[in-house]
């Protein structure tokens, strides 16, 4: 696979979801970032934007195995990952798979699960696997999260743990639509759904190969020393009471990578980081109450850092 085969891969399913989901681009590339990177996404954005539709319209259009999860205070996480049920036929246990084994997993207001349910979904997001009475067993490939909560109720809710944050690689907002766009919804809207008419688009089984040559993007030691000045950055910060782990540059790393891929580049540029960052390190770092009390946000935080982290070692040196 080559560049040339990511950017049209990207496009095709790009196009493909801009039918069902009007104006939400970047949403769009931001899942299929995590996608090439093996990673999760976290959308985090009040109800009736889309962004249970935009689950449903990329796994439609890569061909993949698709479930939903409704997270409750009830669900156990047997219901996540699956039960063994004995068989008196054949006098045995009988492992019937829950809803985390499949290509994409879209777990729907998933802070309303207990922490125990979440705990389940930890190792399946960490280690593309799960452990069911002592027996680990191995998650389909490519496998994803696309996890929604509400960020303004909380009653109800049991808050993600920082351990559960950090397996995601990307914190998403899909937004309000404009006027235009609201109206193009209504007009799109108005006979049959779209969901119910968009096919498959590209093939699966290319998934993994489009994998592996995000891994020959070439970042650049310059670039590369800039992330990790960023992430440096924030475990200086006095307004940060969590800083960002080193999971989170590594993160940030393969994601540059990708969307440069996207992009149609082999190499990835200071931008591709710059633009990255809020979506890959806010969920990830914690800011400590006397600086929320003064109306600091982690996207601001790591909006100044990002614009005052120089990129070269000269400027640094210079600065000095």
Same mark, same amino acid.
């Given at each position: 696979?080559?560049?040339?085969?990511?950017?049209?891969?990207?496009?095709?399913? /790009?196009?493909?979801?801009?039918?069902?989901?009007?104006?939400?681009?970047?949403?769009?590339?931001?899942?299929?970032?995590?996608? $090439?990177?093996?990673?999760?996404?976290?959308?985090?954005?009040?109800?009736?934007?889309?962004?249970?539709?935009?689950?449903?319209? &990329?796994?439609?259009?890569?061909?993949?195995?698709?479930?939903?999860?409704?997270?409750?205070?009830?669900?156990?996480?047997?219901?996540?990952?699956?039960?063994?049920?004995?068989? *008196?036929?054949?006098? !045995?246990?009988?492992?019937?798979?829950?809803?985390?084994?499949?290509?994409?997993?879209?777990?729907?207001?998933?802070?309303?699960?207990?922490?125990?349910?979440?705990?389940?979904?930890?190792?399946?997001?960490?280690?593309? *696997?799960?452990?069911? !009475?002592?027996?680990?067993?191995? $998650?389909?490939?490519?496998?994803?999260?696309?996890?929604?909560?509400?960020?303004?109720?909380?009653? %109800?809710?049991?808050?993600?743990?920082?351990? *559960?944050?950090?397996?995601?690689?990307?914190?998403?907002?899909?937004?309000?639509?404009?006027?235009?766009?609201?109206?193009? @919804? $209504? @007009?799109?809207?108005?006979?049959?759904?779209?969901?119910? &008419?968009?096919?498959?688009?590209?093939?699966?089984?290319?998934?993994?190969?489009? *994998?592996?040559? @995000?891994?020959?993007?070439?970042?650049?030691? #310059?670039?590369?020393?800039?992330?990790?000045?960023?992430?440096?950055?924030?475990?200086?910060?006095?307004?940060?009471?969590? /800083?960002?782990?080193?999971?989170?540059?590594?993160?940030?790393?393969?994601?540059?990578?990708?969307?440069?891929?996207?992009?149609?580049? !082999?190499?990835?540029?200071?931008?591709?980081?710059?633009?990255?960052?809020?979506?890959?390190?806010?969920?990830?770092?914690?800011?400590?109450?006397? /600086?929320?009390?003064?109306?600091? #946000?982690?996207?601001?935080?790591?909006?100044?850092?990002?614009? /005052?982290?120089?990129?070269?070692? %000269?400027?640094?040196?210079?600065?000095?």
């Amino acid at each position: 696979m080559t560049i040339t085969s990511v950017e049209t891969f990207a496009r095709a399913v /790009s196009d493909n979801v801009a039918r069902v989901i009007v104006g939400k681009d970047e949403p769009v590339t931001l899942a299929i970032v995590a996608l $090439l990177c093996g990673g999760h996404v976290l959308l985090e954005d009040v109800p009736g934007v889309g962004k249970t539709m935009m689950a449903r319209a &990329v796994a439609i259009s890569l061909g993949c195995s698709f479930k939903r999860l409704q997270c409750t205070p009830d669900l156990l996480p047997n219901d996540v990952t699956g039960v063994s049920v004995f068989n *008196q036929k054949t006098q !045995d246990f009988e492992f019937r798979a829950g809803p985390a084994f499949v290509n994409i997993l879209l777990a729907d207001e998933v802070n309303r699960a207990t922490p125990r349910t979440q705990s389940a979904l930890l190792e399946a997001m960490g280690e593309h *696997q799960v452990t069911v !009475d002592g027996v680990t067993r191995t $998650l389909p490939q490519p496998f994803m999260v696309l996890a929604t909560q509400n960020p303004i109720e909380y009653e %109800g809710t049991f808050p993600l743990p920082e351990a *559960q944050l950090d397996r995601f690689l990307l914190r998403v907002e899909m937004g309000y639509p404009n006027q235009d766009e609201e109206e193009q @919804i $209504l @007009i799109n809207l108005r006979r049959e759904h779209p969901i119910d &008419v968009i096919e498959q688009v590209v093939d699966p089984v290319e998934i993994p190969a489009l *994998q592996r040559a @995000i891994w020959d993007v070439h970042v650049d030691e #310059t670039v590369r020393a800039y992330i990790v000045r960023l992430v440096q950055g924030t475990r200086q910060h006095p307004d940060l009471a969590l /800083s960002v782990s080193p999971r989170g540059s590594l993160g940030l790393y393969k994601a540059a990578q990708a969307l440069a891929a996207i992009r149609g580049r !082999d190499y990835v540029l200071p931008d591709d980081v710059k633009y990255l960052a809020p979506f890959a390190l806010c969920h990830r770092v914690i800011v400590k109450a006397e /600086s929320s009390l003064r109306n600091r #946000t982690a996207r601001d935080i790591i909006g100044r850092l990002v614009e /005052s982290t120089v990129l070269d070692v %000269g400027e640094l040196e210079q600065a000095r």
